[in-house]
Each structure stands twice: as C-alpha cells, then as structure tokens.
C-alpha cells in the first residue's frame, strides 16, 4: 500500500490544489460536484449525482456488506484579506482529497471488492443540514459502516498523530424576534421596550442549570433593536442564541430551559416574542466496534506509537445526525493531527498537506477492515 501511496501523492497534491483554490460555500458546490463527477469519471468509476442537491456518491464492488465513507464539500462564507469570499478555513478541502485518494487507492491495489464500499461527498455541512439533506436521498440506509475524517488543530491532535474518534459536542442556533412598541423616549411608558426584553432574557439564560460534570454554554450571540435616531425607544429586536452541550440529553435540557426563558419574558414584558431553531446539530454517538476499527487502520498505518485518544472537543459536526438517525448504523471519525495553525475556521488557517496521504491510508484501511469483519460476523451467524 506504501509503494502506491507514492505513486499517487503527486495527484493528491493536484487535486487538493484545485479544491483549496475554488472554494464554495453551502448548497451551492456546483464546480466541485463537477469536478469530482468528471474526475472520477476519467478513474473509471460511476458517480451519481444527488437528486435534490450538490454532492454525489460512488460505489466500489457490490453486495454486502456495505461500508461508507463520508467526506464533506463546502466551504465558509469569511473575510480574507479585508474581502468577503468563500474560504476553505475548515479543511473541507483536504478531507476531499482524502476520500478521492481512498478511491484512487483501491483502483491502484487491484483488489476485489468483496462487498460494497460507498463514498459520499455531502454538501452544506457548515449548514449542519447536509447530512440530512443526504439522509433523504437514502443513500445511508443500506450501510453497515460509516466512516468521516476531520482535520485537527495542534492543540487537540499534535502533527503526526491520529485518533479514532472524535466526539463532537451539539449545537443549536435559535433565532428570535421580540415585537414589542415604539415609543418617544421621554414617554417609556407608553411603549414595550425591546431592549430591556432582550436584557432581561441575557439575565434569565443564566440561571439554566443542567448535569455540572457535562460542559454546556448558551448565551445570546447578536442582538439588534432601533435605527438611527436616538431618542426613540424600539419597540422590536431581532436576536440570536447560541447553545451548546457535549451530550444530546444535555442539550433537550438545555432548549427546554431557553424556551421557559422566552415564555417567563413574554409574560413579564407583555410582549410577542417569536422564535424558531435554524441549525440543530447533534452530539457524536460513536460506536466501539467502528472505533476498534480506525485504531487498527491508524496502527497499521502509521504505528501504535502515534494512536491517540479519542478526541472530545466542543465544536459541531452534522456527521453525527447519521448514526442518531439511524441507530443501526456503526459510526466514528477519524482525527487527523496534522500541524494545523492557527485554528479551525481561522482565514489564514493552514496544516501540513503531507499528512493527506497518511489519512488516505488509514480510511482505506478502515474501510477494508470494516468489510472483512462484516463477512467474520455473516460466517459466524
């Protein structure tokens, strides 16, 4: 497998150039869907597009087990440079280099495939709704596996080291609108001020409590009330929240206290407030066998001496709807360390491009490990 990786890095390189400079961002990946369509096309295999979205799949041999591989395609919408543009600050890039390598790979190795493996290149993951747009398609209802693969900053995962699970935390992001009365500013009376709803809900939020050994965070991210005149009291605010848990339990709680929040303030304040839920990201469930696996892939890969622990790490990744979705399905990520400065979402965000290579051998691994113990358990039923 090594002899094929160097045969194969330069186009790694190649492809992941292309990818890092024609970023785009949610829902609208049209060239990169093209690009990766056209491009397996030429390799000899059979992409298919998705019918309600950007983003595609390819299968390689046939029959069960099936096995998959996810990758995610798009890019954030940030400023660099004192500019507005799509920017591959969170490694997208680099993990579709990874999935098309591990593609690329088994073409090299000439073996049969016995079985299915599926890779699915998702879009609008920044969204944390590619995943279930993806679930519609029913692509991942067959799977017996699914395997992801995230690059690491330094802080979590040192350069050179791996780990076979990262346990994302869950994300919810509400929007709100408080509608309350304009008013003059020397008659507060006559109106419903919409910033003292808003102080009073930034007050209330904190008085949340849930489980203290379970990291959790929530608190208003944006708030906007009035325009340019200032001696008029606005009556109506627009406002963001953002909640976080490292359990999903956690967080039901947690969304269970912001909405007695928003019920006591409308009350206090006889006010209308409206609010509904725009991202919903859900906390890692992942699965000790597809674990045990990607440490076997890592050790093999890249030796027992650079496996690391699993990863816990606050951030959100919608890989993780597929497994709570469908709970039959075996999931985990793989955690890449790869030099990663100065840190996710960063616009000036780089790691080291080596390490690709190294991550398309160990989910090749893990894929064909996850095929040979699906045919031990069919021997063994």
């Known amino acids: 497998m090594k002899e094929e990786l160097d045969y194969l890095r330069p186009r790694l390189m190649e492809i992941f150039t292309y990818l890092h400079a024609n970023p785009e961002i949610s829902w609208h990946e049209v060239e990169t869907t093209n690009y990766i369509v056209e491009l397996l096309k030429q390799e000899g295999f059979s992409p298919i597009r998705f019918k309600n979205s950007t983003g595609l799949y390819v299968d390689v041999g046939n029959g069960d087990p099936k096995v998959g591989l996810r990758t995610d395609i798009d ?6 440079d004192g500019h507005f543009r799509a920017n591959h600050s969170c490694g997208h890039d680099g993990h579709m280099t990874m999935a098309i390598g591990t593609l690329l790979l088994l073409k090299e190795l000439q073996q049969t495939i ?18 279930l747009s993806v679930l519609e398609e029913g692509v991942i209802d067959d799977l017996d596996y699914l395997f992801g693969v995230h690059v690491r900053p330094v802080h979590e995962l040192e350069d050179g080291t791996y780990c076979a699970a990262l346990y994302h935390g869950a994300s919810r992001l509400l929007e709100g609108e408080i509608i309350g009365e304009d008013a003059h500013a020397a008659r507060p009376h006559l109106g419903i001020n919409a910033i003292e709803v808003g102080a009073t809900i930034i007050e209330d939020l904190r008085t949340i409590h849930t489980d203290p050994m379970v990291p959790v ?6 708030f906007h009330a009035g325009g340019d005149s200032g001696n008029i009291i606005p009556g109506n605010a627009s406002f963001t929240i953002d909640i976080r848990a490292q359990q999903n339990k956690v967080m039901d709680d947690l969304a269970q206290g912001v909405k007695r929040v928003i019920d006591s303030s409308k009350l206090l304040h006889k006010v209308q407030i409206e609010l509904r839920t725009v991202a919903n990201i859900v906390a890692a469930e992942v699965d000790t066998s597809a674990q045990y696996l990607m440490e076997q892939a890592i050790i093999q890969a890249a030796g027992l001496s650079n496996l ?3 990863v816990h790490t606050p951030g959100g990744e919608d890989f993780h709807h597929y497994a709570v979705q469908r709970p039959h399905l075996k999931t985990t990520m793989l955690g890449l360390g790869c030099g990663l400065t100065p840190g996710l979402h960063h616009p000036k965000m780089k790691f080291k491009q080596a390490r690709l ?8 691994r893990a894929v064909l490990l996850a095929l040979e113990s699906g045919h031990k358990k069919e021997a063994s039923a």
């Open 357 to 364: 290579v190294t991550g398309v051998e160990i989910l090749t």
């Open 217 to 222: 965070s929530v608190k208003m991210t944006k």
């Open 75 to 80: 890019a954030l919408w940030q400023e660099v």
């Open 308 to 310: 690391r622990k699993p």
């Open 114 to 131: 016995n079985g299915t493996i599926r890779v699915i290149f998702q879009p609008a993951e920044e969204k944390g709704t590619g995943a």
